[in-house]
Nanobody, 128 residues
């Protein structure tokens, strides 16, 4: 399964974007699916992630109350709605999945090394 992240672009500070993550050639199938980002010269960081085992979504403190991860159903693309964007949100955004029933809990779900399948990334630039 290959993941495809899309929806990035250039947006003004305070603006909004919606990213989507889909599986090419098939429907999404995962135990957990998350969004990560990597800014130039920085480590990859977890933004949000949904665990099918707990039914909960975890968010990084830096995006809480501004970003929302959601999906229409269990097999549909997964979206990241980003509001009140800030210049520090500028990064390449990736979606990734955990495809085995060993899913970490709590904020451990935001650790990238738990994820085995990654999309190619989409660039989000927040700038005036």
């Amino acid at each position: 399964v290959q993941l495809q992240a899309s929806g990035g672009g250039l947006v003004l500070p305070g603006g909004s974007l919606r990213l989507s993550c889909a599986a090419s050639g098939s429907s999404l199938n995962y135990y957990a699916i998350g969004w990560f980002r990597q800014a130039p010269g920085k480590e990859r960081e977890g933004v949000s992630s949904f665990s099918r085992l707990t039914g909960s979504t975890v968010y990084a403190d830096s995006v809480k109350d501004r970003f929302t991860q959601f999906a229409d159903n269990a097999k549909s693309p997964v979206y990241l709605e980003m509001n009140s964007l800030k210049p520090e949100d500028t990064a390449v955004y990736y979606c990734a999945t955990i495809n085995r029933p060993l899913v970490p809990t709590g904020t451990n779900l935001l650790l990238h090394y738990h994820y085995s399948v990654w999309g190619q990334g989409t660039l989000v630039t927040v700038s005036s």
